[in-house]
């Protein structure tokens, strides 16, 4: 099940940055990768680096079912915070490049 949210959220990222850069002038396509990236990398560093490890140290520890499912899934929430900050930080701050050929 937390794979099958990341999956839809990871869709409607892509579109959010897509649409977002498409009303900007950008190249949408790139922003919807981009935004895929922004969710996904620091989605599974999360899971592989910090809540896995984390649960498998409390193995044989009393653990309580809801703490140990948020740290779990906390993976989803960091993916989706991070990918809110590459938005606001850097795609909304992107700049159009002269469309007409001109260099500066």
Excluded at 13 to 35: D, F, P, Q
Excluded at 83 to 90: D, G, P, R, T
């Amino acid at each position: 099940m937390p794979l099958f949210i990341s999956i839809l959220l990871t869709l409607g990222i892509v579109y959010w940055y897509y649409r977002t850069a498409e009303r900007m002038g950008l190249k949408s396509l790139h922003w919807g990768v981009a935004g895929a990236i922004a969710y996904q990398v620091p989605a599974w560093a999360w899971m592989l680096l910090v809540s896995k490890p984390y649960l498998s140290s409390l193995r044989g520890v009393a653990k309580t079912g809801m703490s140990s499912f948020l740290i779990g899934h906390s993976w989803i929430l960091v993916g989706a915070l991070c990918a809110l900050a590459v938005y606001k930080f850097f795609l909304l701050k992107a700049n159009v490049r002269a469309s007409s050929g001109e260099q500066f």
